[in-house]
């Protein structure tokens, strides 16, 4: 241990530590966008403008989620301080995908509930943001909110979500589980222009009321009774925060599906590869690394593997062999 | 009231209730058998039967699944000094879900058992992967556990799901998973025994347990060798979580919430725990079951089911009672 951070110092005496994150910070940035660029351009018969603009409402999609998941993860793990929860812990997730499993169990494939991507999506939208407004009211009743028991209140809710989606799954009939199973994985080939815009837009809200606040990332991450000492509005900052937190989860969830485990790799990887635990570095890193992955994953598995997985498998599984890679090289060095 | 009072008067009451409810599972059934008979031994040999082949195992399977899975639960938290942790968050959840698969794909002759046995040689394979990665890495704090199982849980994850997925088994994978009891007969239960086991060994060390909760250097400095006590838990509590996953399906609640509502009213110490979380969650998995087998007669709900809801229900309102108080104390 003594070993490792001595080192540490050494190296960022000799180097500097911002030259370092930021050559790497670049070198994620890259990849991003090539992998995005590729995207785009490659395999493309026929009429070339319909293809790109097509394709460019899904790097749009995967731009968004990145940026959205990413953020509201790093806020929510400083919030909590966690690292390894993400805003899916308080349900969101699981009522997503109660949802869809409902709308096909009661209304059937064919409802516009399901068929129409705009009527989805605010459907989807209205039942989320209700659900986490509800805890949200619930968090900030009282001044001394207790943050645990609020997320044990979600974590119940997620439960009982999932308890009863399963529950339907297994007597759902097996040709509407298949169409069911389609939106139980996030996608971002269902996205269309009118629920893109109509999610940036909200998003976009969400994040710049937040904004005023995220310079405070750094100093709430020492815990409540330091920020306060240093001179943080600490209930209203934290109260700010949170409400974005769940925007930003509520409407992603919303508009991709359940993709709350990219945010956790996202920041996980790009703890690992940053070092630097300036809120600023990391969720622009989380941004950059979420985009790399969704962007690889998108031209892997609709240019090389024709749809044979969903998107988020193959996120899950090359950014988690990618992190257990980093840890352990990290221990032999 | 001392606390030692205290704490006998809660252990008896939910003992009490614990024995009440299993004479209930008994004697609930459309083939109908009177305690009475019972007592006076005047039951028919179809009865006895009945008793043995299903009754009996069915009750057994509830109480050590519920006992056992929480205690799982309770390990793993003092363990990774999370409260967001389950017992399958090590992956074995995981490792036994692709075990499931590879028993449906390749061995799609074998018996019930035989495919228990393959999926539990899979969930510990699993458990044993993670527990040497988690060996050669470096801590960094108690939250690295956790995080690093959480990834490994989700690779094994992908996999099957892409397998699963091209084969169009992701619903066969739901169905088996889904906590269920009504399918425990004799001799499709017995895998549930291997967890006896590893549970006397928990107790055992239930005070290195909570030593080993304040820390690596704290319990170092203890004299704790506190790797062996890390490993020990995993593997406890990844066998008792296979077992009970793959005979009786994923039960909610248990290993999360049972173990964290008995924490918030009496603190981290497991040993003074450890029979508190067994009985709560074996009464818990028991009312549910039983709950499930009446209300609508003469079919049944799935334990999954009525363990979310009214699981779900209990744990809120205790949550919100006890938040009420503790708002009006402060």
Request: aromatic share 10%.
């Amino acid at each position: 241990m003594s070993g490792l951070v001595s080192r540490a110092l050494v190296k960022e005496a000799v180097v500097g530590p911002r030259a370092g994150v930021r050559a790497r910070l670049a070198a994620v940035a890259l990849a991003a966008l090539i992998f995005l660029a590729l995207y785009l351009v490659l395999n493309i018969r026929g009429d070339w403008q319909f293809a790109v603009t097509r394709r460019l409402l899904v790097v749009g999609a995967v731009v968004l989620a990145a940026a959205a998941t990413g953020g509201a993860t790093v806020i929510f793990q400083t919030l909590t301080h966690n690292h390894i929860l993400t805003p899916s812990v308080i349900g969101l997730d699981s009522l997503y995908v109660l949802m869809q499993t409902l709308v096909v169990f009661a209304l059937g494939a064919a409802s516009p509930a399901w068929t129409d991507a705009t009527v989805h999506f605010l459907l989807s939208t209205a039942l989320l943001v209700l659900f986490a407004g509800l805890l949200y009211q619930r968090l900030f009743r009282s001044e001394r909110h207790n943050v645990y028991v609020v997320l044990l209140i979600g974590l119940i809710a997620g439960t009982f979500f999932q308890s009863v989606a399963s529950f339907l799954q297994m007597i759902l009939d097996p040709n509407e589980f298949l169409i069911a199973q389609s939106r139980l994985f996030a996608t971002f080939n269902n996205v269309r222009a009118p629920a893109l815009a109509l999610a940036a837009g909200a998003l976009a809200l969400a994040a710049l009321y937040a904004a005023p606040y995220f310079k405070y990332l750094d100093v709430l991450g020492l815990g409540r009774e330091h920020a306060i000492n240093l001179g943080v509005d600490y209930n209203r900052v934290v109260r700010r925060l949170w409400l974005a937190v769940i925007l930003l989860t509520a409407v992603t969830t919303a508009l991709v599906g359940p993709i709350t485990f990219l945010g956790l790799l996202a920041v996980s990887l790009a703890r690992q590869l940053l070092r630097d635990y300036r809120h600023a570095t990391l969720l622009l890193g989380t941004f950059l690394v979420g985009t790399a992955l969704l962007g690889g994953g998108l031209l892997l598995v609709e240019r090389l593997l024709v749809f044979a997985v969903p998107v988020s498998v193959i996120v899950n599984l090359a950014g988690g062999v990618y992190f257990l890679y980093l840890v352990l090289k990290e221990s032999q060095a | 009231m001392s606390l030692d009072k205290r704490n006998a008067l809660q252990l008896a009451a939910l003992a009490a209730t614990l024995l009440a409810l299993s004479l209930a599972s008994l004697f609930v059934g459309v083939a109908d058998i009177s305690p009475v008979d019972a007592l006076l031994f005047r039951l028919t040999p179809i009865q006895k039967q009945i008793l043995a082949i299903t009754r009996v195992p069915r009750l057994l399977s509830a109480v050590m699944a519920g006992a056992a899975l929480s205690i799982a639960g309770l390990i793993m938290q003092q363990l990774t000094r999370n409260k967001f942790v389950s017992p399958t968050t090590a992956g074995t959840m995981d490792a036994a879900r692709l075990g499931v698969l590879v028993a449906l794909i390749a061995f799609p002759g074998a018996t019930l058992l035989q495919k228990t046995a393959i999926a539990f040689a899979f969930a510990l394979a699993g458990t044993f992967a993670f527990v040497r990665i988690v060996e050669r890495i470096k801590f960094k704090n108690a939250t690295f556990i956790p995080l690093v199982g959480l990834m490994f849980g989700n690779i094994v994850s992908a996999v099957t799901t892409s397998v699963a997925y091209r084969y169009d088994l992701l619903q066969s994978l739901v169905t088996w998973l889904h906590g269920d009891f009504s399918m425990i007969l004799r001799g499709r239960y017995e895998m549930l025994y291997v967890g006896v086991p590893f549970i006397l060994v928990a107790y055992v060390y239930a005070d290195r347990f909570t030593i080993a909760g304040m820390g690596d250097s704290f319990a170092t400095n203890l004299g704790l060798n506190y790797r062996h006590v890390v490993n020990v838990g995993l593997v406890i509590v990844a066998a008792v979580s296979a077992a009970v996953v793959l005979t009786v399906g994923s039960l909610p609640f248990l290993g999360l919430v049972v173990p964290n509502i008995v924490t918030l009213y009496r603190g981290d110490n497991v040993k003074y725990n450890i029979l508190h979380v067994a009985l709560l969650g074996a009464v818990f998995v028991l009312a549910c079951d039983t709950l499930g087998r009446i209300i609508i007669y003469p079919y049944e709900v799935p334990v999954g089911l009525t363990m979310g809801i009214l699981g779900s229900g209990l744990f809120l309102l205790t949550l919100l009672r006890r938040n009420a108080r503790g708002a009006q104390a402060a």
